[in-house]
Nanobody, 126 residues
Framework: QVQLVESGGGSVQAGGSLRLSCAAS?????????MGWFRQAPGNEREGLAH???????AYADSVKGRFTISRDNTKNILYLQMNSLKPEDTAMYYC???????????????????WGQGTQVTVSS
């Protein structure tokens, strides 16, 4: 029933920007609701980038802090990831995820989430 669909990926040069979107549907209202952005490059583990709780509180991984911004539009049921100053090492498949997580505790761990989108590819060239 839960559906997450990412969009906005593409190919950009280093230093460029992209804005990813995640359209959510079928998610019941909950004060424990948490959504996050993850990425996975071939041969690598899936890594957490950022997450946001229902109260709007956010957290970021050190690798993207200061460059990426997570936000949400609850009225439109859309999650965003604004990515600036992109680097070649940012190249990966990007996923959004959602689950009921108290205060988004442990929200950087992909095992905490049961609902996932299919991903959108981001490629950053030198």
């Amino acid at each position: 029933q839960v559906q997450l669909v990412e969009s906005g990926g593409g190919s950009v040069q280093a230093g460029g920007s992209l804005r990813l979107s995640c359209a959510a549907s079928g998610l019941p209202y909950s004060s424990y609701y948490c959504m996050g952005w993850f990425r996975q490059a071939p041969g690598n583990e899936r890594e957490g980038l950022a997450h946001i709780a229902t109260d709007g509180s956010t957290a970021y991984a050190d690798s993207v802090k200061g460059r990426f911004t997570i936000s949400r539009d609850n009225t439109k049921n859309i999650l965003y990831l604004q990515m600036n100053s992109l680097k070649p090492e940012d190249t990966a498949m990007y996923y959004c995820a959602a689950d009921f997580i108290w205060y988004c505790s442990g929200g950087f761990d992909p095992k905490r989430y049961n609902s996932w989108g299919q991903g959108t590819q981001v490629t950053v060239s030198s």
